[in-house]
């Protein structure tokens, strides 16, 4: 059961940082290129490309965030509707019933993804205070979270994702592991 749990988190940190990159890039890029259109397409002189730049940079922070959310629940219909190691997760159509919904679409995920968010946002809650706690006894930071930053906490993110697919299964009741 640990190789299917490792093998379905490989794949979804696989995915949703593929997933939350491309599309950050891509929203970034309309929007750098919606605000250069607004600005009549000034020629593409040093200061236009630094001013561009600093306008993409900017605007990638902000959208690598909100497609982070974009990714997490695009990659759980992708868990769903793929085997790892001869095993696979299935959604009942109902609590006590043996019948599986087969495909999966978004709106079937919702419930099961609010409950596995909320999963996750516990998860890396857990993790923060124990980091938390760990700095504040072994380290000689000044300030509680001068070590927290958004790619820590991305990072946390991604290894709270395995003890939520173990974990899902008991909090969700309409999820099965089911071997094929």
């Not at 002189?45 to 561009?52: C, D, R, S």
């Not at 968010?117 to 380290?139: H, P």
């Not at 991305?154 to 999820?175: D, E, H, M, Q, T």
Request: proline letters at 3%.
């Amino acid at each position: 059961m640990l190789r299917f749990y490792l093998f379905v988190w490989i794949f979804w940190v696989f995915r949703v940082v593929l997933c939350t990159f491309f599309l950050a890039l891509f929203f970034t890029s309309l929007i750098t290129l919606f605000l250069y259109m607004k600005q009549g397409f000034p020629p593409l002189e040093p200061a236009v490309k630094a001013a561009l730049f600093s306008i993409w940079k900017f605007w990638f922070a902000v959208m690598l965030n909100f497609t982070l959310l974009i990714a997490l629940f695009r990659s759980i219909k992708f868990i769903f509707n793929h085997p790892y190691g001869s095993y696979v997760l299935r959604l009942q159509s109902c609590k006590n019933s043996a019948e599986y919904i087969d495909p999966l679409g978004y709106g079937d995920l919702v419930k099961v993804w609010r409950k596995w968010l909320l999963l996750l946002i516990w998860i890396v809650g857990s993790f923060m205070i124990l980091s938390l706690l760990f700095t504040w006894i072994f380290t000689s930071f000044n300030s509680l979270f001068d070590w927290f930053g958004i790619w820590l906490l991305y990072g946390f993110i991604l290894i709270a994702g395995f003890f939520s697919f173990i974990l899902l299964g008991s909090r969700c009741k309409a999820v099965r592991i089911v071997k094929c």
